[in-house]
C-alpha cells in the first residue's frame, strides 16, 4: 500500500469545500503560496503566469477545496497560483445577502491603511470565466461586480517584494452589514459565531431561517426565494452599508477580459456557464 501522498488536500487539511459545508465557510487556506493541481499542492518554482488575471480572495475562493469544486462543476482544469500578497486597504466584512449555498459569505470594504495577508488566485481565461460565474459577476442579477484595484489606492506587494499596478476583487453589490454603527461589520472568519450572534439580534430572522446556525444553512441551501427574503431583511433592518468599492467596479463584457499588469488577456466563456450559486 503506497504512503499517503504529503501533498494532496486531504493529507493537508484542505479538503473541505464550504460548498459542501456550509458551517465550514470560508473553508481552510494553504499557509504558504503553492500551485493547486487538482487535489495536490505544489511548488510554484517552474510556473509561469502568463495570460493569467491575479484576482484577490476574501473569503472560500482561497480555499482550495472551493476552487477544486468549481472547476470540476465546469470541466475546467484546476491547475491554480495561489500566491500570498500582503494588501493594503482592503477589509473584509459580511455580504449583505444570503448564498443560495447556505452561508453568509464575507465581501471587501474600502479601508484605508488597513493591511492584511491575502492569496491572489492567478486565473486563465477559462478559470476566470468559472469564478466569475460562480459570483454572477456576468450576471445583472448576480451577487457580486468584479472591480479593479489600481496600486495607486491599494498597494498589492507579493512574496518577491513586487507590486502589482493592478488587482482585481469581487464587490458584493448589495454591499455589507454593519457593525451596529455607520462601519461594515468586520468578518469573523468562522460562519457558525457569525450565525448566532445575527439570529440571536432578530426574531425576523429566526422566524425566516430558525434558531440555530445549522438550521440556518439547512433552510437558506437552494431555496432562492427565502434566500432573496432575507437580503431584503438585512435592507428594512437598515443593517447595510456600502463596501466603498463601488467607484472602481469596472464593466467587463464577455468579449473583453481585463487583464493582469503585463499581460493581455482573451475573451472569456462565461455565457456558456451555468447561474451563480453565491
Same mark, same amino acid.
Given at each position: 500500500m503506497?504512503?499517503?501522498?504529503?501533498?494532496?488536500?486531504e493529507?493537508?487539511?484542505?479538503?473541505?469545500?464550504?460548498?459542501?459545508d456550509? #458551517? =465550514?465557510?470560508?473553508?481552510?487556506?494553504?499557509?504558504?503560496s503553492?500551485?493547486?493541481?487538482g487535489?495536490?499542492m505544489l511548488?510554484?518554482?517552474?510556473?509561469?503566469?502568463?495570460?493569467?488575471?491575479?484576482?484577490?480572495s476574501? @473569503?472560500?475562493?482561497?480555499?482550495?477545496?472551493?476552487?477544486?469544486?468549481?472547476?470540476?462543476?465546469?470541466?475546467?482544469?484546476?491547475?491554480?497560483?495561489?500566491?500570498r500578497?500582503r494588501?493594503?486597504?482592503?477589509?473584509?466584512?459580511?455580504?449583505?445577502?444570503? $448564498?443560495?449555498?447556505?452561508?453568509?459569505?464575507? +465581501?471587501?470594504?474600502? $479601508?484605508?491603511?488597513?493591511?492584511?495577508?491575502?492569496?491572489? %488566485?492567478?486565473?486563465?481565461?477559462?478559470?476566470?470565466?468559472?469564478?466569475?460565474? +460562480?459570483?454572477?459577476?456576468? $450576471?445583472?442579477?448576480?451577487?457580486?461586480?468584479?472591480?479593479?484595484?489600481?496600486?495607486?489606492?491599494?498597494?498589492?506587494?507579493?512574496? $518577491?517584494?513586487?507590486? #502589482?499596478?493592478?488587482?482585481?476583487?469581487?464587490?458584493?453589490?448589495?454591499?455589507?452589514?454593519?457593525? @451596529?454603527?455607520?462601519?461594515?461589520?468586520?468578518?469573523?472568519?468562522?460562519q457558525?459565531?457569525l #450565525? %448566532?450572534?445575527?439570529?440571536? %439580534? +432578530?426574531?425576523?430572522?429566526?422566524?425566516?431561517?430558525? *434558531?440555530?446556525?445549522?438550521?440556518?444553512?439547512?433552510?437558506?441551501?437552494?431555496d432562492?426565494?427565502?434566500?432573496?427574503?432575507?437580503?431584503?431583511?438585512?435592507?428594512?433592518?437598515?443593517?447595510?452599508?456600502?463596501?466603498?468599492?463601488?467607484?472602481?467596479?469596472?464593466?467587463?463584457?464577455? =468579449?473583453?477580459?481585463? *487583464?493582469?499588469?503585463?499581460? %493581455?488577456?482573451?475573451?472569456?466563456?462565461?455565457?456558456?456557464? =451555468?447561474?451563480?450559486?453565491?
Open positions: 503506497a504512503p499517503p501522498d504529503p501533498r494532496a488536500l493529507e493537508l487539511g484542505l479538503d473541505v469545500a464550504p460548498r459542501e456550509p #458551517l =465550514s465557510y470560508p473553508g481552510a487556506w494553504p499557509e504558504e503553492a500551485l493547486l493541481d487535489n495536490r511548488p510554484l518554482d517552474t510556473l509561469r503566469f502568463e495570460d493569467r488575471v491575479p484576482v484577490l476574501v @473569503g472560500s475562493n482561497a480555499c482550495p477545496a472551493q476552487l477544486v469544486h468549481k472547476m470540476a462543476e465546469h470541466g475546467v482544469q484546476c491547475r491554480v497560483p495561489m500566491v500578497a494588501v493594503t486597504g482592503i477589509g473584509i466584512g459580511v455580504s449583505a445577502h444570503v $448564498s443560495l449555498l447556505g452561508y453568509l459569505s464575507a +465581501s471587501p470594504f474600502h $479601508s484605508p491603511g488597513a493591511t492584511r495577508d491575502l492569496f491572489i %488566485t492567478w486565473l486563465d481565461e477559462a478559470q476566470l470565466a468559472v469564478i466569475d460565474t +460562480s459570483e454572477g459577476a456576468d $450576471s445583472p442579477t448576480g451577487n457580486f461586480h468584479r472591480a479593479a484595484l489600481p496600486a495607486a489606492d491599494f498597494r498589492v506587494e507579493l512574496e $518577491s517584494g513586487d507590486v #502589482l499596478d493592478t488587482a482585481w476583487i469581487y464587490v458584493n453589490r448589495w454591499g455589507v452589514l454593519r457593525d @451596529g454603527g455607520p462601519a461594515p461589520r468586520p468578518h469573523p472568519g468562522r457558525r459565531p #450565525l %448566532t450572534e445575527l439570529l440571536a %439580534t +432578530s426574531a425576523e430572522l429566526r422566524e425566516l431561517f430558525g *434558531t440555530t446556525p445549522d438550521e440556518f444553512c439547512a433552510r437558506a441551501r437552494g432562492r426565494a427565502l434566500c432573496a427574503r432575507g437580503r431584503q431583511l438585512f435592507a428594512e433592518k437598515r443593517w447595510t452599508t456600502t463596501s466603498g468599492l463601488e467607484p472602481y467596479v469596472r464593466p467587463h463584457p464577455r =468579449s473583453q477580459r481585463p *487583464t493582469d499588469p503585463q499581460q %493581455t488577456g482573451r475573451p472569456g466563456t462565461a455565457a456558456s456557464l =451555468s447561474p451563480p450559486l453565491t
